[in-house]
């Protein structure tokens, strides 16, 4: 039986060999040959998959992280996990705690993250904290809390998250055989974009895999401090859960970038809704805004003629988290009514419906 990314990937990880692991059998996420966008984008010479990280236990690949981050926590004797959020982070890491027996604190921007993910973090039974500020703000409060107070931080710089997330790396590298020529993915605070890079170097250094990818990097145009090189002090994108102006891991995303001879790039609001919409018309997969931003991204250096024509390509998109979790950015406040035809139940009625 399958049972999680640290009992997989046990050797990469530093684990106790007694250490009692706190898992939910995450990992092991759809990894998918897309059938109808290449044509669409008029790539005809490369493959694109998708890696559906948003089919985790929590629907995000948070959980990766997670299960190192509160495995080693628990091994540690802590009774409790704190961490700031855009969302995802806190519906993982309040569902590990839940599987722990831990306590967990978790701070939000208020009315600014996704209602799925706020739902999640109650029902997993969290104490949540709606701060008013930015992700930024919060994180620099958790930082704060965790030294003096009796809590472990499980945000990404605690370096055990990192250890977990780039299990998303091997195994990519397991089901392709090698790894692909782009790796890409949103970045917010960049702990991803960095745990995958460490994931793709370690393969190779191990001898498993002969090339690295091009990690290929994608943020929110009103979000976009790795892009503009400064913080930005208001973040702002439909993509809340990369709304982040000051990502903690940015040196390390930095040398990704410039190692794997990638690069990161903006994509605007209107970009990442159009390519939610490609994806789920063109492919039935419904990611949330943010995991899009991969998607519109491949969109948009199709369109600019990025992608090498001469070789066939192989490009991976990380759909970073569900989009069941954010279902306001489609009907709006449970308003859809110019996406639905409401008539009554009458044969004649809805069979004229079908014949239009
Ligand atoms: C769906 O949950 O930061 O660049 O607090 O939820 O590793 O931060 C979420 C980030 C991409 C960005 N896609 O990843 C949080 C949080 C989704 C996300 C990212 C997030 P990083």
Same mark, same amino acid.
């Given at each position: ?24 059998? $995450? ?12 044509? +669409? ?112 931080? =499980? ?55 002969? +090339? ?20 930005? $002090? ?19 995303? =930095? ?43 491949? =969109?948009?250096?199709?369109? $600019? ?31 859809? $009514? ?19």
């Amino acid at each position: 039986m399958y049972n999680g990314v640290i009992k997989r990937y046990r050797q990469y990880l530093n684990i106790e060999d007694d250490s009692k692991i706190v898992t939910m059998n $995450e990992g092991r996420t759809l990894f998918h040959k897309l059938v109808n966008l290449p044509s +669409a984008l008029g790539l005809k010479n490369a493959d694109i998959y998708i890696k559906f990280e948003g089919l985790n236990p929590t629907g995000s690949f948070k959980d990766r992280g997670m299960t190192m981050a509160v495995t080693k926590a628990n091994e540690q004797g802590s009774g409790a996990v704190i961490c700031a959020s855009t969302g995802n982070t806190s519906a993982s890491a309040a569902a590990y705690a839940a599987v722990a027996g831990m306590k967990a604190f978790v701070l939000i921007p208020d009315r600014k993250i996704a209602l799925g993910k706020l739902a999640q973090a109650i029902v997993y039974g969290a104490k949540v904290i709606a701060v008013d500020g930015n992700f930024d703000d919060a994180l620099n409060m958790v930082i704060r809390l965790a030294k003096t107070e009796p809590v472990t931080l =499980v945000n990404s710089v605690n370096p055990n998250r990192l250890q977990g997330q780039k299990t998303a790396a091997f195994e990519i590298c397991d089901d392709l055989g090698h790894a692909p020529d782009y790796l890409v993915l949103p970045v917010g605070n960049a702990g991803n974009i960095s745990a995958y890079w460490m994931g793709f170097k370690e393969y190779y250094e191990n001898g498993i895999i002969s +090339a690295l990818p091009k990690m290929t990097g994608f943020q929110a145009a009103g979000a976009a401090p790795i892009v503009e090189n400064r913080i930005i $002090e208001n973040p702002e994108t439909v993509a809340t859960a990369i709304r982040i102006g000051n990502p903690a891991s940015w040196d390390k995303a =930095v040398r990704a970038r410039d190692e794997s001879n990638g690069s990161i790039s903006a994509v605007t609001d209107e970009e990442i809704l159009e390519a939610q919409k490609l994806l789920a018309s063109e492919e039935g997969i419904f990611a949330e805004p943010a995991s899009c931003a991969s998607i519109a991204g491949v =969109v948009k250096f199709a369109k $600019e003629n990025r992608f090498e024509k001469d070789k066939h390509l192989e490009i991976v998109c990380i759909l970073t988290g569900n989009g069941l979790k954010d279902t306001s950015v489609i009907i709006g406040n449970g308003d859809a $009514e110019d996406k639905i035809i409401h008539a009554k139940p009458d044969f004649d009625v809805l069979s004229q419906i079908i014949r239009q």
